[in-house]
């Protein structure tokens, strides 16, 4: 096999395991929130989700139907030698696990409104690329953009009088007011920037950060907890209806920021949140960052 | 809360005892329709060859596999029902279908097309697709199929198919709608407090 098949080959792999294995830390935290849960329909949600994840594994498929729109984000060395071919690849491996997984045709051509059957079409799937300088590795996440968790993101650009209680309460309400039908319990990942774009993709960086890592600014990861506390507190339990806490985690990337605006996003995870982590050499020897354990 | 399985046609009684919060299970026949499937339904005169009289529709879109002629279910489960909202009433009138299955609740509309033609609205547990396909028994017949898979009038036999929360029963009550109000209850008083931490901006 030479280097671009490998490395085909292996993310098509990749995407099948995200697809039917959670990433170790989402795992660990359902795990506690089944623990400390006390109320009974909340409870039973949960024993269905454990049954589930059993089940994706022994049966081999994906642990919800909606697999989502394939989203990379890819950060590239410069020196990496597939450089110029990764679109094309990741491109193929999308086409190619959509067959073998099987992954749902999520992939409906915008205007010709018709639904492509083949999980792929314009900028579908997603590819996010930042520059690595002076490095011959690729390290990429994959996520599987379901539609339920999707569709109560928001972007918005407040006044700096409304301060980061403003933001809180703009991501509160999302939560309430939508994010309630995006199977919680959530991840939730909160950016604040300087215009409705900067925002909504640091939103959705965040979304992609560990669940339980803290934003390095101190001021950040207390609002993070302080954040994920108070949303817990509102007494919204798994899938919506009550329970203990909805809320997996609370996750904020950063930016400055114009005088004048206050960007603020919020992007959504759902409790089946299929994302991995993934890193290439130059040999396109792999290593996974958040399966522990699992060789492809 | 009472556990109990209904099993399809269903009827008025069957349904006219369901409170909110109770969890039932199906038994019989299951058809997914979705957006595009309840545009159709409503809007353009087509008919499926199924009958819903006192049938049950899943909002879903699954995951299909053929395996010679047969399709076969590999994954399946429910999408968010609030995207129905704007036919599921006349639905239910046109078709007589006696549970609609879903995730999350449905709104003001849906809850008087409950009342009216005495039917409920329950919620599956999101994202427990293999839970769910594992109580497909098989795929009968597969309508629409030029909608695309998701959106396809899949007709199945399911066994036990379940837990299934009632969200919304015969006498209109609405345990979304319920619960939403108490959240933002609590959400208030939780940002109160929590806006007191966050003065980070200076002046
Ligand atoms: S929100 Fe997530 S778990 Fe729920 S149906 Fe969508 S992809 Fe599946």
């Known amino acids: 096999m030479n280097t671009t098949e490998k490395f085909l080959d292996t993310t098509v792999k990749f995407i099948n395991l995200v697809a039917k294995v959670l990433p170790d830390d989402v795992v660990e935290r359902l795990k506690e929130l089944r623990e400390n849960e006390t109320v009974a329909m909340s409870k039973a949600i949960y024993d269905s989700m454990f049954e589930n994840l059993d089940k994706a594994v022994s049966l081999d498929r994906p642990i919800c139907q909606d697999t989502g729109v394939i989203q990379f984000y890819v950060r590239v060395g410069t020196k990496f030698p597939l450089i110029d071919e990764i679109g094309d690849l990741l491109y193929k491996a999308t086409l190619e696990a959509t067959e073998t997984v099987p992954l749902r045709h999520n992939a409906v051509e915008t205007f010709v409104e018709k639904n492509t059957g083949t999980n792929t079409g314009k900028k579908v799937p997603y590819i996010d690329y930042e520059i690595v300088p002076n490095s011959s590795n690729l390290e990429m996440d994959v996520y599987m953009a379901g539609g339920g968790c999707s569709l109560p993101g928001r972007s918005t650009v407040m006044m700096p009088s409304a301060g980061y209680e403003g933001i809180a309460a703009f991501v509160a309400d999302t939560m309430v007011n939508w994010g309630i039908n995006a199977c919680p319990p959530l991840v939730i990942g909160v950016g604040i920037g300087t215009c409705v774009a900067s925002a909504a993709k640091l939103a959705k960086k965040a979304s992609l950060r560990r669940v339980g890592s803290r934003n390095p600014e101190p001021k950040a990861a207390e609002m993070e907890e302080a954040l994920e506390k108070a949303l817990g507190n509102i007494g919204i339990g798994a899938q919506g209806l009550p329970g203990k806490s909805g809320v997996m985690c609370v996750n904020i990337e950063n930016m400055a920021r114009h005088p004048s605006a206050l960007g603020a996003a919020v992007s959504f995870g759902c409790w089946a949140h299929r994302r991995g982590t993934i890193s290439f050499d130059k040999n396109m020897d792999y290593t996974l960052l958040d399966h522990k354990g699992v060789t492809l | 809360m009472n556990n109990k399985i209904l099993t399809t046609p269903i009827s008025d009684e069957d349904v006219k005892s369901l409170k909110i919060g109770d969890i039932v299970y199906l038994n019989g026949t299951l058809v997914t329709c979705r957006d595009t499937g309840h545009k159709r339904r409503v809007l353009s005169g087509i008919v499926p060859r199924t009958d819903l009289k006192g049938g049950a529709v899943f909002h879903a879109g699954p995951i299909v596999k053929k395996v010679g002629d047969k399709w076969e279910m590999v994954s399946i489960g429910p999408t968010t029902s609030m995207r129905m909202e704007k036919f599921e009433k006349e639905f239910m009138e046109i078709t007589g279908a006696k549970i609609i299955i879903g995730k999350g609740g449905m709104g003001e509309k849906t809850v008087r097309g409950c009342v009216e033609n005495k039917a409920v609205h329950a919620v599956f547990p999101g994202g427990c697709a293999v839970v769910a396909a594992a109580e497909v028994l098989e795929i009968t017949d597969a309508e629409w ?38 959240y933002k209850e609590s959400m208030e008083k939780e ?13």
């Open chain 2, 145 to 182: 199929l030029d909608l695309g898979m998701p959106e396809a009038f899949w007709v199945m036999e399911v066994k036990e198919f379940g837990p299934l929360i009632i969200s919304i029963d015969t006498e209109g009550n609405n345990l979304f709608e319920n619960n939403k109000e108490i």
């Open chain 2, 191 to 203: 940002m109160a407090e929590l806006s007191k931490k966050l003065k980070y901006m200076n002046y």
